[in-house]
């Protein structure tokens, strides 16, 4: 894990509640949107990446979905969504890991990452991230990915991140993911101010490689 990175959230959310952050939202209405609009079973597996203490897991639990997969590096915004979640906490698996040393234990039906990939800057890193993601995934699994867009912030949590268009992204998940619908989302933060999202839903690409090796 990298050591840096995890004091660096461990002191964010130790020092400031969920709605003093810039990435804060009361409800996830767009994730939400997204995910309902998959029409997926409620035993599907779902993953929240780079979480924090987002909303997204409370209404995955209300709208009855009996897999949910919650991670982030940071283990006190882990503990804070127990916290708030109460009994309901136990229906839920919870995983301090840094993103880059995730090895999961199955795979995924869905994988949701709102403003977590675009932390990552080195392109090993991102290479490594797309490659997890590609293993981690079901056949016929759906991504949903909001990052930052062209026109969003150059920083968030005083980290440098980088911005994408429809197109980048899609050009970097293009040999094993399909462009479904793309969304840019105007997020108004606590501090009104507005940061400028682009939402993305991709669905994986069964490979010419595995059709053929199911043919034999």
């Known amino acids: 894990m990298n050591k840096n990175l995890e004091e660096h959230w461990q002191e964010v959310y130790h020092k400031k509640n969920e709605n003093e952050v810039s990435w804060f939202q009361k409800s996830p209405k ?9 029409n997926l079973n409620l035993d599907s597996h779902i993953i929240d990446i780079g979480a924090g203490e987002s909303r997204l897991v409370d209404n ?20 804070k969504t127990k916290k708030r979640l109460g009994l ?3 229906l839920v698996n919870w995983i301090v890991s840094d993103i ?38 079901n056949i016929d699994a759906d991504l949903i990915m909001a990052t930052f867009s062209e026109n969003g912030p150059l920083k968030c949590s005083g980290l440098e991140v980088s911005r994408y268009s429809k197109n980048s992204i899609s050009n970097l998940l293009k040999n094993d993911f399909k462009l479904i619908k793309s969304e840019i989302s105007i997020h ?15 669905k994986k690409i069964i490979s010419i490689w595995h059709w053929n090796k199911n043919c034999f």
């Open 88 to 90: 309901k906490s136990k």
């Open 100 to 137: 880059n040393d995730f090895k999961p234990k199955h795979k995924y039906d869905l994988w949701h990452d709102r403003a977590a990939f675009h932390f990552l800057k080195d392109s090993l890193e991102i290479k490594n991230y797309i490659k997890l993601l590609k293993n981690s995934l």
């Open 188 to 202: 108004k933060t606590p501090f009104n101010t507005t940061q400028e999202f682009l939402f993305t839903k991709f």
């Open 60 to 79: 995955l639990l209300n709208l009855g979905y009996t897999n949910v997969s919650v991670l982030d590096i940071s283990l006190k915004s882990i503990e």
């Open 30 to 38: 767009l994730s939400l949107d997204f995910i309902c609009s998959l």
